[in-house]
């Protein structure tokens, strides 16, 4: 069974830190490619970053480049996301996605994780 | 960058058909994949590749891509169908992904 799970989520303060993970099971983590997307409090899903499954190419969302890192760690199948400069604006849950990539490079994502909520509040 | 269109809302009495559509420039020259969500869960794929299902969805969901629009089609809904729909497109003059603003369904 794919199990995706997402930790680090919390509260931080404008300008301040966080380091998400997701732990992945259940697949071969290596062969795919994952993405962050998150979702604001009574908002929509907003996709934030993706990492190829050899993080060979990766992207971010505008709202987010040079703040945000995506890594990952085949070994570990594990996925991170490491946010500075956190603002108001990056309130919300973040969701961990497996994504499958099918002819032409289109993707969706067949798998998520429940989420972890980073509230940036002073 | 692309833009996905969806009704805010989408109203269906049960047993009916309810159409949620997703207008984007040239869609149907794009892959488009939609997502159920029910409040306090995660996303669930319902549809892929325009129309195709997941094991484990019912048949009576399917999709359609075409022109400036793609619709996602629940035949004989039911109360458990009401939920948040979002479609989503990859980018390709971008490599970025993109999620219509999505579609509250609610089941009458």
């Known amino acids: 069974e794919v199990q995706l799970v997402e930790s680090g989520g919390g509260l931080v303060k404008p300008g301040g830190s966080l380091r998400l993970s997701c732990a992945a099971s259940?697949?071969?983590?290596?062969?795919?490619?994952m993405n962050w997307v998150r979702q604001a409090p009574g908002k929509g899903l907003e996709w934030v970053s993706s990492?190829?499954?050899?993080?060979?190419?990766?992207y971010y969302a505008d709202s987010v480049k040079g703040r945000f890192t995506i890594s990952r760690d085949n070994a570990k199948n594990s996925l991170y996301l490491q946010m500075n400069s956190l603002r108001a604006e990056d309130t919300a849950v973040y969701y961990c996605?497996?994504?499958?990539?099918?002819?032409?490079?289109?993707?969706?994502?067949?798998?998520w994780g429940q989420g972890t909520l980073v509230t940036v509040s002073s | 960058s692309y833009v996905l269109t969806q009704p805010p809302s989408v109203s269906v009495a049960p047993g009916k058909t309810a159409r949620i559509t997703c207008g984007g420039n040239n869609i149907g020259s794009k892959s488009v994949h939609w997502y159920q969500q029910k409040p306090g869960q995660a996303p669930v794929l319902v549809i892929y590749y325009d129309s195709d299902r997941p094991s484990g969805i019912p048949e009576r969901f399917s999709g359609s891509n075409s022109g400036n629009t793609a619709t996602l089609t629940i035949s004989r809904v039911e109360a458990g169908d009401e939920a948040d729909y979002y479609c989503?497109?990859?980018?390709?003059?971008?490599?970025?992904?993109?999620f219509g603003g999505g579609t509250k369904l609610t089941v009458l």
């Open positions: 989503q497109v990859w980018d390709s003059s971008s490599d970025h992904q993109v």
């Open positions: 990492i190829s499954s050899s993080s060979s190419y990766i």
């Open positions: 259940g697949f071969t983590f290596s062969s795919y490619s």
């Open positions: 996605a497996r994504a499958t990539t099918g002819l032409l490079g289109t993707t969706y994502f067949d798998y």
